[in-house]
């Protein structure tokens, strides 16, 4: 089956510093999308980041980031200059590409920024 | 603006009563989803459209209903059959199941008291 596991809960991190969310799946696919999504505590959910499982460079949004490796199934998403409007869930999440199956959602990870 | 609106923002109900969610979009996206969100559970997917007059089951559907009557608009029932509903629901929707990017509305708390 395939699945996404965020084993951080919670994680805090101090304004200005540099924080990573980790984020594994489980499949036995070789195309595929990853997403990390954020939702702030107005629970709207917004698409951070998106990577190609076809596509070796790693994905960047200004002080987004991930590190993506497709052979460990890893997909850890680093936040830079972490800001007080960065505190929120975030939930990292798979799905085939170009096919008629569902998006999968890990747990979430909610990440607390500390002044 | 383009976007999802979802209305109620707050509801509660009593026991037995159903109730419906509404969920509108003009994005001219085709699919749109429900998810239920639950402290602990992440998003669970209650149902699921990629065509007007078209939707499946997702993977907690069992006391939910939807129709999709038209491309904008994708209402979710809650019924007096689902045995726990007090939970926040979020819709989202996307130009197509397969491309993964999903948008959202800013979601409805259901409280049944």
């Known amino acids: 089956a395939q699945t996404v596991t965020q084993s951080q809960p919670e994680m805090s991190v101090q304004e200005a510093e540099t924080v990573t969310l980790s984020c594994t799946y489980d499949?036995?696919?070789?195309?595929?999308?990853l997403f990390w999504y954020k939702q702030p505590p107005s629970r709207q959910m917004i698409l951070v980041i998106r990577q190609e499982a076809y596509k070796q460079q790693n994905a960047t949004e200004n002080r987004f980031s991930v590190n993506f490796q497709k052979a460990a199934k890893s997909f850890s998403l680093k936040i830079s200059d972490s800001q007080l409007g960065d505190a929120a869930m975030y939930f990292c999440a798979y799905i085939v590409r170009n096919r008629d199956d569902k998006i999968i959602f890990g747990k979430g990870t909610r990440l607390h920024i500390l002044p | 603006d383009g976007g999802i609106t979802q209305s109620p923002k707050y509801l509660f109900r009593k026991e037995g009563q159903n109730v419906t969610l509404s969920c509108e979009q003009n994005?001219?996206?085709?699919?749109m989803y429900w998810y239920r969100q639950d402290p602990g559970q992440g998003l669970r997917l209650i149902y699921y459209?990629?065509?007007?007059?078209?939707?499946q089951k997702g993977d907690i559907a069992e006391g939910y209903s939807v129709s999709r009557e038209k491309k904008e608009s994708f209402p979710l029932t809650v019924t007096s059959a689902q045995k726990n509903p007090t939970a926040f629901y979020l819709c989202?929707?996307?130009?197509?199941?397969?491309?993964?990017?999903?948008?959202f509305g800013e979601g409805s708390r259901l409280t049944v008291l």
């Open positions: 459209s990629q065509i007007v007059n078209d939707f």
């Open positions: 994005l001219n996206h085709d699919a």
């Open positions: 499949t036995s696919e070789s195309d595929y999308y």
């Open positions: 989202a929707s996307s130009i197509g199941q397969a491309t993964g990017e999903l948008f």
